[in-house]
């Protein structure tokens, strides 16, 4: 049994990592309210846009573009979306993990990486980072997400890379939070289905699981003629950009929320931990003060029995 002195030092160095973990909760708690707010704000925008978008894509069956047949490299561009600090649970292992199991060739991945935490375990598995843009999710902007559009969409233009996805955890409340590989480019109008069986998202379906004909019928949009000026090639040009770099923002604000929300649980977990254990070493310190009383009263009995 461990002595009193070796109990009352390991319950006071857990009590100070309880404290620790219940500030840096309490930090957590406040920047995830800022960004749940900041991510609410800005869904409706996303969802309109992404509705407008697909929309569009639904009767654009006999346009020819790049941008909705892919391009012809092998090389696929995934944007990862971790943090630059742990103690955040699972949240950055499952995004890791997401991208390890996706089934795509490592020699054919090209790694945007935004935070430390993806960078440095993507690239010690061998992975090739294009690019690394982690002082991003620290405060994120729309500026930074343009920025990342335009440096896959001029990859993609370039024929270096033929298909663009985003790993990035999907915010739903304050536990549940929902890694996701969705693919960007190329979009796939004629595929109205979520999902291809492969747990990868081809991004061509409405947020409560409809199918994107079933969405467009019921919002009016299946009967409404379109017309392009002055070209539909350029007015996809034009908008698929802007949808990319809208979907690349939109998973930042819920990649920020979703990790605070880990982070929270996480530090609220690990504080409930410690006082478990400091309350069962303050039930040992007693047990053990307990017996050396006993011991102590023992032996001066029979010191006085043997005076006697």
């Known amino acids: ?12 160095s857990i009590s100070s990592t309880a404290q ?13 309210q800022k960004a749940k ?7 409706p925008y996303f969802d309109k846009m992404y ?43 499952n995004i890791i993990r997401l991208i390890t199991d996706s089934g795509f060739n490592m020699e054919d991945v090209v790694l945007y990486t935004i935070g430390r935490k993806g960078k440095d375990a993507l690239s010690r598995k061998g992975y090739q980072i294009a690019k690394d843009y ?24 370039n024929q270096e890379i033929g298909e663009i996805y985003l790993a990035y955890t ?13 693919r960007l480019l190329p979009v796939d109008g004629n595929s109205l289905l979520k999902g291809s069986g492969d747990g990868i998202d081809d991004g061509s379906s409405v947020s409560d699981g ?38 690349i923002y939109g998973a930042l604000m819920e990649a920020v929320a979703s990790e605070n929300g880990a982070r929270m649980t996480a530090m609220d977990n690990a504080t409930s931990n410690a006082e478990e254990m400091i309350d069962k070493l303050t039930l040992s310190y007693n047990r053990a003060r307990q017996g050396a009383i006993t011991q102590e009263i023992t032996e001066i009995v029979s010191g006085s029995e043997a005076l006697a």
């Open 1 to 12: 049994m461990a002595s009193m002195r070796e109990i009352k030092r390991r319950k006071g």
């Open 37 to 43: 707010g900041r991510a609410e704000l800005s869904k």
């Open 20 to 32: 620790i973990t219940k500030a840096m909760k309490l930090v957590s708690t406040v920047k995830f």
């Open 134 to 157: 982690s002082d991003v999710i620290n405060a994120p902007i729309y500026k930074d997400a343009a920025e990342i559009g335009k440096a896959v969409l001029t990859a993609f233009a």
């Open 210 to 247: 409809r199918s994107l004909s079933e969405g467009n019928q019921e919002a009016g949009y299946a009967n409404i003629p379109m017309n392009y000026e002055p070209e539909a090639e350029e007015a996809l040009s034009a908008i698929i950009p802007k949808y990319i770099c809208s979907l």
């Open 51 to 93: 509705q407008t978008v697909t929309s569009i894509l639904a009767r654009t069956d006999n346009v020819n573009h790049p941008y909705l047949s892919g391009g012809t490299s092998p090389k696929k561009a995934v944007i990862a979306i971790t943090s630059n600090r742990g103690l955040a649970g699972g949240y950055n292992a």
């Open 170 to 182: 999907s915010f739903k409340n304050t536990v549940v939070h929902i890694p996701k590989l969705i």
